[in-house]
Structures are given as structure tokens and as C-alpha cells.
């Protein structure tokens, strides 16, 4: 922007006119234009690769403008060697001549803050003066430095939402912000000293910011400056620390145990309980954060599982029954920026329907094959043999029925089937035991139920 003024041209052609012994000598004119621009030679802050420099940028602002430069250039043109001073008031600032293309500038000794009007005089060598003004306002105070809201919003994965400095985060684009702010001021970015972005702050004193170039897989000291429209610079912020952690745990979580496991083994994952409580272990330790997760719907739901002990984590889903049928449980690790590790697979079956009413199970004997009397005997006898072997028939299993052998609620074990016929070798059988089979459910305390058998 330039302020011109052109004095001494006008007046100088009246008065040769009104003077008639000046008729026919030649026609002289002194013309002087004095213009103004402030040059940001010193307040102009930028900063290159973090580090504060100062860059000479000529501008030319209008009058009545601001700046943060308490010693700034003015320049303009004048008549070519017209000696040009500049005053404020009757304080005179100093003095150049202007060059021969009628250009001059003059660096102000440092001015004090507030509100200036400069006057610059020309005086060619016929003592022809013209005069201009400019007004400026300088203003050296920076802003105060930025509040910071103390956590960034995480957008992406398993943990969303707002995360304290420090924490880990999948989201390599977070969103920062902040309050109290003066509005028309820019807050600019720095990630570890770098500028990375800036944003402005709205009527409200509010303001935001998301990293347009997403942030690397490392530590980010994210810190904040308020800059006025003069270009002050406020100190920075204390940094918010964002660790962007985008690498899967390598831990692995493993469906272990079901409870309660009601089939023919603890450990075939078929039961009769639609009310469970589900074990998963990790084959090492988990990071700092990290949590072991189960799903009971092959991945759709995830539920957060509480260590026992050791590598044993353990999830009650004993206030929700599951309907029967042969489930797809999960396992994994999420670490604690949300990324999941490998998941892990287990079928579950769940029957809790009692079998068909036309079944018939029954114990016909026991074979001793201990010294001195061996051979097969009926209920009621003795035997010195501590391992029978128990022998019964059964009718009316159904495909995946079993037979189980109880005393009294105690489950000895899972007879092996022979068409009708089944078996099962007893351990270390006490004295006086009294065997009942069961044509099994997976229920305790209902008797004659089928169950079905582990795929």
C-alpha cells in the first residue's frame, strides 16, 4: 500500500503564471512525492525446520496499520537528490537524500510502543519542500501463551474418544484444541520444535487443530503458540504428548476352559450350562496397557476379560444365557493404543434339552480280574479288585448321546459304547461304592439326558 503526495509541482506553475518577468524563461517544476511502506526488515518472524529466524519481507502497508517492529523502515520517493527528513512532532527521526531514481528509505531509531505519526520533508536544491504523513502503531507485546486442552481425541480403532497426554493412540491424524484465546490471533503447531500446521481462533476464543500430513509411528511432543495479526509470537505451550503406536501386540490370547464343561471331558468345550464363565490364557506377558479380550459371537461383540492369575484371564457370562446351538468364541490381545493382535478360535456347543423319554440304561455286572476269585459278578457282590470293570446295556441313544456312570452326584467317567453294550474301567475304587448309570445330559442333577459329543 502507498500513501503519495505531490506538493510543490501545483504551487510552483501558479506562481509563474502571476509573474510576468518569468514569461519565456523555461518552465521549471518541482515535484516531490513522498510514499510509505513499512518493510518487515526486522519484526517479520518465521520459523524454518524449528528454528527462530528473522526474514526480510518488504511490505507496504496503509497507514494507520500496525506492527511489531519497534524499528522500522520507511521508504519512499522524492525528487532525486531532495533531502528527506522525517519527524515526529518536533522530534526529528533523521534524514537520507533520495537516490536517482528518486527513491529513498530510512530505518527509525527504535520507537516506543503505542501509536505514531511520522512526517517526511523533502527539499530539493531549489529549496522546494512537500511533506506527507504516515500513521503506525507499534506493538512489540506478544500474545499470552495458548490454554491447551490436556488431552487429544482419538478417532480411529478399538479405544476412541479423549486420551490423556502420553497415552497411546492408533490415530496418526488426533484432534487437538483449546480454549481462551483472543480472536483474530493464529495458533501455530509444532511437532518436537517443527511447525507443522497452524489454525485461528474463533469469536468464541475456541480453536482446533488435526494434522493435515498424519503423524509417524514415534513420540510427538506436540507444543502451541498464539501469534497476533502483527506478527507477535506468544512463548509456546507445555507439549502434549501424543505416542502414535501403530504395530499389532505379539501376544496371544487363547480360548483355554469353558465353566462349567459338562461333557464327556472338562476340556471339550460341550456343556449343558447356557450361563458361562470363559477362561483365556496368553502365551506371554502382555505390554503395559494391554488387555485380552473374548467374543461369544464369532468378533461382532468384544468384552474386556480380568486376569486371575498368571497368564490366566477369566470373562463371567453368567448374567446373560446363551441359546443353544454351537458357538464361535474368540480370543485376542488389543494393546493399549487399540491395536488387536491375532485372534483365536473355539467352538463351543451348548445342549441343554433333556433326551427322548424311550431310552433304558442299566449296569448287568463287573469283571474282577484280581486273585483269587476273577470273573463277572452282579450288583451286591465284593471284590478285592479296586479297578472293576463296570458293564451295562443301553437303549434308545440318539446320534451323540452318551453314557455316563455316577455315585451319587460324582461323574466316575464315560463309558465306552459297543452297539447296545457299554463298558468303563472304574479308578481305584473304594469300598462300598454303589455305581448308578446315567444315559447323560450336561446338566447335573437331571438324569437319563443325552448330550452330545465334541466335534
Not at 464315560?414 to 446338566?443: E, H, I, K, V, Y
Amino acid at each position: 500500500m502507498e500513501l503519495q503526495a505531490q506538493h510543490a509541482a501545483g504551487r510552483g506553475r501558479a506562481q509563474h503564471h502571476a509573474d510576468p518577468h518569468r514569461r519565456g524563461r523555461q518552465h521549471q517544476r518541482c515535484q516531490h512525492a513522498a510514499e510509505f511502506q513499512r518493510r518487515h526488515l526486522r519484526g517479520h518472524r518465521e520459523h524454518h525446520q524449528g528454528r527462530r529466524q528473522l526474514r526480510c519481507r518488504p511490505g507496504r502497508p496503509a497507514s494507520g496499520t500496525a506492527t511489531d517492529d519497534a524499528t522500522p523502515t520507511l521508504a519512499g520517493t522524492a525528487t532525486a537528490g531532495a533531502v528527506v527528513t522525517v519527524s515526529e512532532g518536533t522530534t526529528v527521526l533523521g534524514s537520507t537524500t533520495a537516490g536517482a531514481d528518486g527513491s529513498w528509505s530510512l530505518e527509525l531509531p527504535k520507537q516506543g510502543e503505542g501509536v505514531h505519526t511520522y512526517t517526511a520533508t523533502a527539499v530539493n536544491a531549489a529549496g522546494t519542500k512537500g511533506d506527507a504523513a504516515f500513521g503506525l502503531t507499534i506493538d512489540p507485546t506478544p500474545p499470552a501463551v495458548p490454554v491447551v486442552n490436556g488431552t487429544f481425541e482419538d478417532n480411529v480403532g478399538f479405544v476412541q474418544g479423549p486420551q490423556p497426554s502420553g497415552t497411546a493412540t492408533d490415530d496418526t491424524t488426533p484432534g487437538l484444541g483449546g480454549s481462551g484465546g483472543t480472536f483474530g490471533d493464529v495458533i501455530k503447531v509444532y511437532d518436537n520444535g517443527s511447525l507443522i500446521g497452524s489454525t485461528a481462533v474463533d469469536k468464541n476464543g475456541n480453536w482446533s487443530f488435526t494434522p493435515v500430513t498424519p503423524l509417524t509411528e514415534a513420540e510427538h511432543k506436540l507444543s502451541f503458540t498464539a501469534v497476533d495479526p502483527v506478527g507477535n509470537e506468544s512463548k509456546p505451550s507445555a507439549p502434549i504428548v501424543v505416542n502414535v503406536d501403530l504395530t499389532a501386540p505379539k501376544a496371544k490370547a487363547t480360548i483355554s476352559a469353558i465353566n462349567e464343561d459338562t461333557g464327556s471331558s472338562s476340556t471339550d468345550f460341550v456343556t449343558s450350562d447356557q450361563t458361562l464363565i470363559i477362561s483365556a490364557t496368553v502365551d506371554v506377558a502382555l505390554e503395559a496397557g494391554a488387555k485380552v479380550q473374548v467374543s461369544l459371537d464369532d468378533g461382532k461383540n468384544w468384552h474386556n476379560a480380568t486376569l486371575v492369575s498368571g497368564n490366566t484371564y477369566s470373562y463371567d457370562n453368567r448374567a446373560s444365557a446363551l441359546p443353544d446351538g454351537t458357538h464361535s468364541f474368540l480370543a485376542r490381545v488389543v494393546d493399549a493404543a487399540g491395536n488387536p493382535g491375532a485372534t483365536t478360535r473355539q467352538a463351543v456347543v451348548i445342549d441343554s434339552g433333556k433326551p427322548t423319554s424311550d431310552n433304558a440304561v442299566a449296569i448287568t455286572n463287573y469283571a474282577d480280574d484280581v486273585d483269587p476269585v476273577k470273573g463277572d459278578f452282579t450288583s451286591g457282590t465284593s471284590t478285592n479288585d479296586t479297578t472293576p470293570l463296570l458293564k451295562g446295556t443301553v437303549a434308545g441313544l440318539v446320534n451323540g448321546d452318551v453314557v455316563q456312570v455316577f455315585e451319587g452326584t460324582t461323574l466316575l467317567g464315560t463309558a465306552q459304547l459297543s452297539g447296545s453294550a457299554w463298558s468303563l474301567q472304574l479308578a481305584n475304587t473304594p469300598a462300598a461304592r454303589t455305581p448308578t448309570p446315567q444315559r447323560s445330559s450336561m446338566r447335573p442333577g437331571t438324569w437319563a439326558r443325552h448330550r452330545p459329543t465334541s466335534s
